[in-house]
């Protein structure tokens, strides 16, 4: 099967983006649309600029030229719109030291206008298995779980576009199992995806374009001309590439195992004492992505 | 030996290692101490040559404040007013109970005795003992505390106007304490007991605050003191003995438990430390108080979570109010605080009464403004959130602003003044709530503040290359309360104070920096492009 992509409205839109380090030009002239239900793959070697790009597309790095809109709006960093629309995990993401794990999420979610956000935070804190942890504070977490609950954190609140920086970084398999699925189940609702990736079994199942970066070969590294740029040109966005999932690609039964992630047998409730509200799974849903 | 020079056993196996003559403890230390010094550069003396200007600098500023002592405390040995009297007899007490205090937080955060993560590799897995390794260092700390101890207790009892033999008692009473405390605090860590430790400290925490707020009743007349001063020099040699006595005790008992001290506890505080002295040779403030808030959450490890309140900004709000609730130790030390002006007044200094109260208040603050500094600190966590910078801090430092405030309002009747002149009520309010802003709005910029960017151009200097920020950054948030409080130093009306702390709060608060400079960024940006076009037309 070929995915195709929805050819629903441009949300992020990049325009002769040029950004540069002393005499090594990593992007220039990079164009890039993504729309509605399209997830895009940034591949590459290390240092290839996917990390760059990221981080000029979330604004916490300043492109020398170039134009980035998110949903029409032009983006600069602390943008109203653009943080209430875009999502984000790169490497800068923080941690209030003295809130627990449930309050972090409970505390973006609130943010973000959901005035009950208990299902949907009881949800996440499931789905990414901190559930015995929802009481611990972020320093006590180790490393893997830290991601989890960086990316809790995208998947708390409303979006439009999701950026992520290696998602799955210090993910153990049924993580990275869980992730896929989790990201195929928001592009296929619309979310515009935008993710780098060194897992090919993450980029064949969610993504439904893979641009490669290129990095500096051997011998190159010193001095390409103002005008070259390590950047491959960018797809237009009728190059699909197919993402059909294949034997290395978590299939049906690779769901069914993720979807049985074993919990605790007496699972602790994030809610710490209060009682539960049933709202159904769908309703969380519809809530989260507006 | 080399790996070529073990014996082989029967069928090629190698036999076991045997060392015919280990190595002592000192053999060892002596060969780190010449793989530490074979490395270096430069000698001392050549960094200090290097760096006359500093050198001469501080000396300068030494002899300066050596100079203001000296003659603050020839002034404030000529008043007799009861006040007066009763903060010569009660600081020194204060100074004594909140050094001891001090000295056990620290030693109990940091180990006291510690040892580096090389250490812990390299040598404690050695088979020399343990104790010869830790001993000097044990000793090295005591020594530490019992100089830092005496130069506090000393400098409190000269700053209050005490006679010499006084300063003298005083600072080695409070230097034997703090250095007892210390071997207290080390004989528990390898008994590995943490709760004696800590319940001292409470209570010595306790009485120092009991005896600053003895400061401000017998000020305010609202308790008569009878002072005797013969009977506090003997009281004061009572003290040194009990101190010399506990210290030998603990000392004694801290030296025999040295062997018991597990590997991961020492290697801890040397990480902390590690940590520390990394982000202070980066004259990075900000980053050793993270350091330490890390570790005190570490410790915590696990809280009762609870729901927050409302939608948008409101429950940012809300955390920070609960937060405060869950940890309420900043408030006890803005509490502290408070006594500072009453002090200040009560020794009829009141004229450096904002200045002082001020830059006691800022420090106070700054543990209260932790969601602040996490939220500005990096951008991530703000950037999840739909609100803009200058909303964030707003939101987040609407508690701390209003604790604050209840300070200002706590010290008027410091500014109505006990001992010293007299403000009328209004004058005395602004006089208040200028301090108070100053102190709030030295703690915000403290905390806002960004770390010297040592990957960006540098200024040369004697001391080589320094980012442009490093030195701002060791006056940041000393600046505005100097720069708040100034006017009222010069006798200036207090309105002029508020003008100037409004408008560093709408700075500080108000206006979005980063958003500012992108879209200046921006228009220049446009206005090169235009030129471009006009150009090639």
Redesign the interface.
């Known amino acids: 099967m070929l995915y195709m992509a929805k050819r629903g409205s441009v949300v992020l839109k990049v325009s002769g983006l040029r950004r540069a380090f002393g005499p090594v030009t990593i992007l220039d002239k990079f164009n890039l649309e993504v729309r509605e239900g399209e997830a895009v793959a940034l591949t590459g070697r290390n240092g290839a600029g996917k990390s760059t790009l990221l981080r000029c597309l979330?604004?916490?790095d300043?492109p020398d030229?170039g134009t980035i809109e998110i949903d029409g709006t032009k983006l600069?960093?602390?943008?109203?719109e653009i943080?209430?629309d875009m999502?984000?995990v790169?490497d800068?993401?923080?941690?209030?030291?003295?809130?627990?794990?449930?309050?972090h999420l409970?505390?973006?979610a609130?943010?973000?206008?959901?005035?009950d956000?208990?299902p949907v935070v009881d949800e996440i804190l499931h789905e990414v298995q901190l559930i015995p942890q929802?009481?611990?504070?972020?320093?006590?977490l180790s490393s893997g779980q830290r991601r989890r609950l960086a990316l809790a954190?995208?998947f708390v609140?409303p979006r439009k576009l999701l950026i992520l920086d290696e998602p799955e970084q210090r993910l153990d398999t049924e993580g990275i199992f869980w992730l896929a699925r989790r990201l195929r189940e928001e592009r296929e609702n619309g979310l515009a995806i935008v993710f780098a990736s060194h897992e090919p079994s993450l980029v064949n199942s969610v993504a439904t374009r893979i641009l490669h970066l290129g990095a500096a070969r051997d011998g190159e590294m010193v001095g390409p001309t103002p005008d070259q740029s390590l950047a491959e040109p960018s797809l237009t966005p009728e190059t699909v590439v197919p993402g059909e999932p294949s034997a290395a690609v978590p299939g049906q039964s690779a769901q069914k195992t993720a979807q049985k992630q074993k919990q605790p047998a007496k699972k602790p409730r994030?809610?710490?004492g209060?009682k539960p509200k049933s709202t159904p799974k769908s309703a969380a849903n519809q809530r989260r992505n507006r | 030996m080399t790996t070529a020079d073990v014996p082989f056993a029967e069928h090629g196996q190698r036999a076991p290692l045997i060392a015919d003559d280990p190595a002592t403890a000192k053999e060892l230390k002596l060969m780190i101490k010449d793989w530490r010094t074979g490395r270096a550069t430069r000698s001392l003396g050549q960094a200090l040559s290097d760096g006359y200007i500093a050198v001469f600098g501080f000396l300068l500023v030494g002899a300066m404040v050596a100079n203001v002592i000296v003659q603050a405390q020839g002034v404030v040995s000529q008043c007799n007013s009861q006040a007066c009297l009763s903060a010569r007899t009660l600081l020194p007490w204060a100074t004594f109970a909140l050094c001891v205090s001090a000295a056990l937080v620290l030693s109990r955060l940091f180990g006291p005795v510690l040892a580096s993560a090389a250490e812990g590799f390299w040598l404690l897995d050695a088979p020399v003992q343990r104790k010869r390794l830790l001993t000097p260092r044990l000793l090295g700390i005591t020594a530490a505390g019992l100089g830092i101890g005496m130069l506090a207790g000393g400098l409190i009892a000269a700053l209050t106007g005490s006679p010499f033999d006084e300063i003298v008692i005083w600072g080695v009473g409070t230097g034997l304490a703090a250095a007892a405390s210390i071997s207290f605090a080390a004989a528990e860590q390898g008994a590995e007991r943490h709760l004696p430790t800590r319940l001292v400290s409470y209570l010595f925490g306790l009485l120092g605050l009991v005896a600053l707020l003895a400061v401000i009743a017998v000020a305010a007349k609202w308790v008569v003191l009878d002072v005797n001063a013969t009977r506090a020099v003997d009281i004061g040699l009572a003290l040194i003995a009990a101190a010399a006595i506990v210290l030998v005790l603990t000392s004694v008992l801290a030296l025999a438990r040295l062997n018991q001290i597990r590997r991961t506890r020492l290697l801890s505080g040397g990480a902390l430390v590690s940590g520390i002295s990394g982000a202070f040779f980066a004259l990075d403030f900000g980053l050793i108080r993270d350091i330490v808030?890390?570790r005190?959450?570490?410790e915590?490890?696990?809280?009762?979570?609870?729901?927050?309140?409302?939608?948008?900004?409101?429950?940012?709000v809300w955390?920070e109010a609960q937060?405060l609730a869950?940890?309420p130790q900043p408030l006890l030390w803005v509490a502290l605080s408070l006594v500072v002006p009453y002090a200040v007044d009560a020794l009829g200094m009141g004229s450096v009464m904002p200045i002082f109260g001020s830059l006691v208040l800022f420090g106070a603050m700054v543990p209260m403004l932790?969601?602040l500094r996490?939220?500005t600190?990096?951008?991530?966590?703000?950037?999840?959130?739909?609100?803009?910078?200058k909303a964030i801090k707003r939101a987040t430092v609407a508690v701390p602003a209003v604790v604050a405030l209840l300070w200002a309002l706590a010290t008027i009747p410091a500014f109505l003044g006990f001992a010293s002149d007299h403000h009328p009520f209004p004058e005395a309010a602004l006089m208040a709530l200028v301090t108070g802003a100053a102190g709030f709005l030295g703690a915000v910029r403290w905390t806002t503040g960004k770390p010297p960017n040592f990957g960006g151009p540098a200024v040369a200097s004697q001391f080589g290359a320094i980012p442009p920020g490093l030195i701002i950054g060791m006056i940041r948030g000393f600046d505005m309360c100097l720069l708040i409080t100034a006017p009222l130093l010069l006798g200036m009306p207090p309105m002029v104070s508020l003008v100037i702390a409004a408008i560093v709060a709408l700075i500080l608060l108000t206006l979005?920096w980063?958003?500012m400079k992108?879209?200046a960024?921006e228009q220049q940006?446009q206005v090169r492009a235009e030129r471009q076009q006009r150009a090639g037309n």
């Open positions: 979330v604004g916490a300043k030229d600069t960093e602390s943008a109203v943080r209430r999502a984000t790169i800068d993401l923080d941690f209030f030291p003295d809130l627990s794990v449930v309050e409970d505390l973006l609130r943010a973000h206008g959901l005035s956000p208990e929802s009481g611990q504070l972020p320093g006590t954190t995208a609140r994030p809610s710490q209060r | 808030v890390d005190r959450a570490m915590i490890g696990h809280v009762r979570s609870r729901p927050g309140r409302g939608v948008g900004l409101r429950p940012l955390r937060r869950r940890s932790n969601g996490v939220l600190r990096t951008g991530g966590l703000a950037r999840a959130m739909p609100f803009s910078n979005d980063d958003a992108a879209q960024e940006k």
